[in-house]
């Protein structure tokens, strides 16, 4: 971001280093310290020249060319800015006046500084803001065009006759959503028939998942195999049971009423995690507060959409 010296503010530098130096040396002294360019300070008729015009002609030099010595420009304002010691005008004659005067120019610049301080951070600000927007929306992108080829996949199993190989298929659809999302998935999944078995993690906690696609519903046997499995593993070991025709209600009813330890996901909430109405993490999030505080392990995704 180019950085530009307002007008203003070369004004204000002028006005207080008139008024803070008295004596010619000792305002050549001050420009030696802070000006690396020695040829700018020589230049000027020190001899002739009365102090106003002297600073005047540093300043503009400096000036000419603001990006190569920028440097230089901002150390003497703010080394000007930060002065709060006058005592050496304090022994001139009308040393009061001198002092007040010089101290308000330095309070001008200073406020003028911490201005532009201020505009510059705040349009650092905006400028961050705006990359990170573009950052977010190239990543959001590359997320909406994987979903696209993974929905795109998922539609031609819907109409395939081959169900065995639609079983085998549907894992790998899951396996790339998981992965996409970065929830850990391994690396394989157990095939038996249509089911899928495999293991993803989200939140700091691990999740034993299945998976099957029949034409009828899933019944509470099926969760009570799956619920084995999940009790075998350490006791905050979760599971989410993906049925793509749904479950009936006295299996989502019998594991409403106790201590469940298994969400339920159907073939409505996957195709809403591939249309991208709904990212696959937060439906799990939502699934799984809601079970926390009702009991109830299925939560369409319907029910949150609207």
Not at 1 to 26: F, G, H, P, R, T
Not at 72 to 97: C, P, T, W
Not at 254 to 264: F, H, T
Not at 282 to 288: M, N, P
Request: glycine letters at 4%.
């Amino acid at each position: 971001m180019e950085v530009k010296i307002s007008v203003l503010a070369i004004q204000s530098l002028k006005e207080a280093l008139c008024n803070v130096y008295w004596y010619k040396n000792d305002l050549k002294s001050f420009l030696i310290n802070c000006i690396s360019n020695r040829s700018i300070i020589n230049n000027a008729d020190w001899k002739n020249d009365i102090k106003r015009q002297i600073v005047s002609d540093v300043i503009d030099e400096l000036m000419k060319e603001q990006e190569k010595n920028l440097g230089d420009i901002r150390r003497l304002l703010y080394a000007v800015s930060q002065m709060d010691n006058f005592r050496h005008l304090e022994q001139l004659e009308d040393g009061r006046k001198k002092v007040a005067k010089a101290r308000m120019s330095v309070n001008d610049l200073r406020v003028l500084i911490e201005n532009h301080d201020e505009k510059i951070k705040k349009e650092k600000g905006i400028i961050d803001s705006r990359l990170k927007n573009q950052e977010i929306i190239r990543a959001k992108q590359a997320i909406l065009t994987r979903l696209d080829e993974i929905n795109s996949r998922y539609s031609k199993l819907v109409i395939s006759k081959e169900f065995q190989n639609r079983g085998f298929e549907l894992e790998k659809v899951l396996y790339d959503i998981f992965d996409l999302f970065d929830l850990d998935p391994k690396a394989s999944f157990r095939n038996v028939g249509e089911q899928i078995d495999g293991a993803f993690s989200l939140e700091g906690t691990d999740y034993l998942f299945e998976a099957k696609w029949q034409s009828f519903s899933v019944n509470a046997s099926d969760l009570d195999a799956f619920s084995g499995k999940i009790g075998r593993k350490l006791d905050n070991t979760l599971g989410l049971f993906l049925s793509i025709n749904g479950f009936s209600k006295d299996a989502v009813k019998i594991y409403s009423s106790g201590r469940s330890s298994i969400l339920l996901m159907d073939g409505m909430d996957l195709l809403a995690v591939l249309e991208n109405q709904i990212d696959i993490v937060s439906l799990i999030v939502r699934k799984r507060r809601h079970a926390s505080q009702t009991g109830n392990i299925f939560l369409p995704v319907s029910k949150m959409l609207n």
